[in-house]
C-alpha cells in the first residue's frame, strides 16, 4: 500500500474526480440542472479517470446500461427499467480467489429513482457469490466496517446481528432468501417486514 501523494499524477486526477462527482451529485437536485437531464456520469460508470484515460480493468469492476427492451451483449433483454450488465469481473475474482473480506454497497443514492434496485443488484453478486455470502456481505460485514469508521460511525450500538443491546433492524421475507436470492430484487412483493431500530416501518403480514 502506497501513499496517493507519492504519485502526483494519479493524485491529481483523484482530485479532479473527487470534485467532479461532488459537483454532479449535488447539480442532481437541480431539475433543470444538466446533472438532472444526464442522470449519471458516463465516464464514471464506464471506469474511466476524468482525463477519459481508463483505468485497468484487473482491479476495477464496472456497469453498462441499457433500456428495457434493448438487446444487450450477451443477446438477452432487458426487463422494466433498466438492467445491469456487469462488464468486468476481475475484482470479484480476486477477492474470491484471496478469500478477501468484502462488503457490499452502491453510491445510488444520490438518485431516488435507483434505490429500489438496490436489492436487484445486490442479487446479481451471484454471479461471483453463494446466495448465503451475499447476505452476510449486506448485513454482518457492512456492519463491521461501519464500526471500523470509529467516531464517523452512525451506529453507537451492533448492526448487522440479531442479538441483545443490538439495534432492532430486521427484515421478514416471504421465502428462504438462502435458496433464491433473487426475492431481495422484488421488496414490494417479498419483504413483509421491514423494522429499523425497533420501528416497524411496513407489516404486510396477515393474521
Not at 114 to 134: C, F, P, V
Amino acid at each position: 500500500m502506497a501513499r496517493l501523494s507519492e504519485n502526483p499524477e494519479l493524485e491529481a486526477e483523484h482530485a479532479a474526480w473527487a470534485a467532479g462527482r461532488f459537483q454532479f451529485n449535488a447539480a442532481l437536485s437541480n431539475p433543470d440542472s444538466e446533472a438532472a437531464r444526464k442522470k449519471w456520469q458516463k465516464t464514471y460508470f464506464r471506469g474511466k479517470y476524468p482525463s477519459a484515460m481508463m483505468r485497468p480493468t484487473t482491479i476495477e469492476a464496472s456497469f453498462g446500461w441499457r433500456r428495457s427492451g434493448q438487446n444487450d451483449r450477451h443477446g438477452g433483454t432487458g426487463g422494466s427499467g433498466r438492467s445491469i450488465i456487469w462488464r468486468n469481473s476481475p475484482i470479484f475474482q480476486l477477492a474470491k480467489k484471496y478469500r478477501l473480506k468484502t462488503a457490499w454497497g452502491t453510491d445510488i443514492l444520490s438518485n431516488p429513482t435507483m434505490t429500489k434496485h438496490q436489492g436487484a443488484i445486490l442479487a446479481t453478486m451471484s454471479r461471483w457469490y453463494s446466495n448465503d455470502e451475499i447476505l452476510t456481505m449486506a448485513t454482518s460485514s457492512n456492519a463491521a466496517l461501519l464500526a471500523m469508521s470509529c467516531p464517523r460511525n452512525p451506529y453507537p450500538g451492533r448492526i448487522g446481528v440479531i442479538e441483545a443491546d443490538a439495534y432492532a433492524d430486521i427484515l421478514l421475507v416471504d421465502g428462504d432468501p438462502i435458496a433464491d436470492i433473487k426475492l431481495i430484487a422484488d421488496p414490494d412483493a417479498n419483504l413483509k417486514i421491514i423494522m429499523k431500530d425497533g420501528r416497524i416501518y411496513k407489516n404486510t403480514l396477515t393474521a
